[in-house]
């Protein structure tokens, strides 16, 4: 039996035209109610407003980035970094603007069902990125690293990307961050370890600079410690000082670092991201 493609058509249309409807407001734009929602269940708002010179801007009102900061530091996407490039990437995808937390698309009045559609699905993408967050993908994981530290810890304490001086090669042998939190006391040398390849490496430097006769004390910040493999992880927690086994035990890791140093060398700004 072969299909009608004008009755199905026909059908498609009416079906989806049902499940959007617009209400006029008393400050002249259009609220517009489609079946497009957040992966929560609420739904995407979405406004039409009259432009100046013809057309109309269809856009959501700064309201998906106010559902973003439900659920993570919004600040975190507006920043250079990973979720930054992916806002842009989705933005140009969709021939989309951005202005102070609203996105935007200015079209013709014929062409708005599917600029509607582009909007739509773009919003959808954006919030999106709040899982990204929660997921700790590698590619984010140290830049959640980065913002934790300097809520524990005042940034003057904290040396990114640290080299230890005085040694050849030493750039080979990097460490994520050395803190410093007393003169009589020796350095942390904190590593971020999102995988297995990280956890050697680490295992490493640790050992290489120890053999060489550096004084420091490490500490180990996983991403999920329950995804490295037991030989990497029974290697590393050996030669390792202290650690978290994810940036969800953050708090256990500032009762570990005042237990350490003393609360006034922590700076009092939540641990949170």
């Known amino acids: 039996m072969s299909l009608d493609i004008a009755k199905l058509q026909s059908a498609m249309c009416k079906s989806l035209c049902s499940e959007v409807e617009l209400h006029q407001r008393s400050d002249g734009r259009i609220a517009i109610y489609t079946p497009f929602r957040f992966a929560d269940g609420d739904c995407l708002l979405m406004m039409a407003e009259p432009l100046p010179a013809g057309g109309i801007r269809l856009t959501d ?78 590619s984010t994981f140290y830049e959640d690293l980065d913002a934790v530290l300097h809520r524990i810890a005042p940034a003057a304490r904290i040396t990114p990307n640290y080299t230890v001086e005085g040694f050849d090669d030493a750039d080979r042998y990097a460490i994520d961050y050395r803190l410093d939190f007393a003169e009589n006391n020796c350095p942390l040398f904190l590593f971020g370890i999102p995988s297995d390849d990280k956890a050697r490496l680490a295992t490493i430097i640790i050992q290489h600079w120890r053999s060489l006769g550096v004084i420091f004390t490490s500490f180990l910040v996983y991403q999920d410690l329950a995804k490295i493999s037991r030989p990497d992880e029974i290697r590393l927690l050996n030669v390792g000082d202290d650690f978290i086994s994810s940036l969800s035990a953050v708090n256990e890791m500032r009762r570990k670092l005042e237990k350490r140093y003393g609360k006034e060398a922590l700076s009092l700004e939540p641990a949170t991201i």
């Open 61 to 138: 009102c700064g309201n998906t980035m106010m559902h973003l900061s439900y659920r993570m530091n919004i600040d975190s996407i507006l920043k250079p970094g990973n979720r930054s490039d992916l806002l842009s990437q989705i933005l140009r995808d969709h021939d989309l603007r951005f202005d102070d937390g609203e996105i935007y698309v200015d079209t013709p009045a014929d062409n708005a069902g599917r600029a509607l559609f582009r909007l739509g699905q773009a919003l959808s993408q954006v919030h999106d990125i709040s899982f990204l967050s929660r997921s700790r993908v590698a």
